[in-house]
């Protein structure tokens, strides 16, 4: 801000002196990011056992708002999003890494979708994923789901094969593409697809 704007600003009142500020800065064209996601929820979602795994049932939580502001990432959202993407079977809570939201977020404005996603696994401990591995299901040794690094979605009313070309379009990361569970995988790292 220059000395000679302060000058011309002295007869603004207190909150356009605060907005002036603002496009001053530039600050108000900083964008925020937003979600929103429900962990399992919907009949289908329940009846559906990605990894067949049995008896799985879903909480139905659900997160719904901005999460990022520019640069900077907002911890309130995320204390909330970490715990609707806990693993559910054992309640740990584990830091997502904020990338992976970051990638939902941008696939989601350009499936230009409506719906909530419908999240099928966030965080796994490397319990779980070891139980899910015993059981023959095609989880990853080494998953990404154990570092907070990768989700399982699909958005009712998109069709999951567009989902998952949206998502490789990016080229943020992992894609793998389940169709007989009718879910996409992404992670943070490296682009790579199955
Ligand atoms: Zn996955």
Redesign the pocket.
Known sequence: MSTGSVQGWSRLSQAETALAALVDHDLVSIRCRQLKFQFGGGRSALRTRPYGEAGAVHTGETFAGVYRVGDKYLPEAFERMNYVLRDFRTEEVFPMDPRILDILSLLYERLDASESYQV??GYRSPKTNAMLRGEGTGVARN???MYGQ???IRIPGQNTKIVRNTALDLRAGGV?YYPRSNFV???TGKVRSW
């Open positions: 099928l696994s998953s990404f789901h990768a989700i399982d793998g995988h992404v992670d």
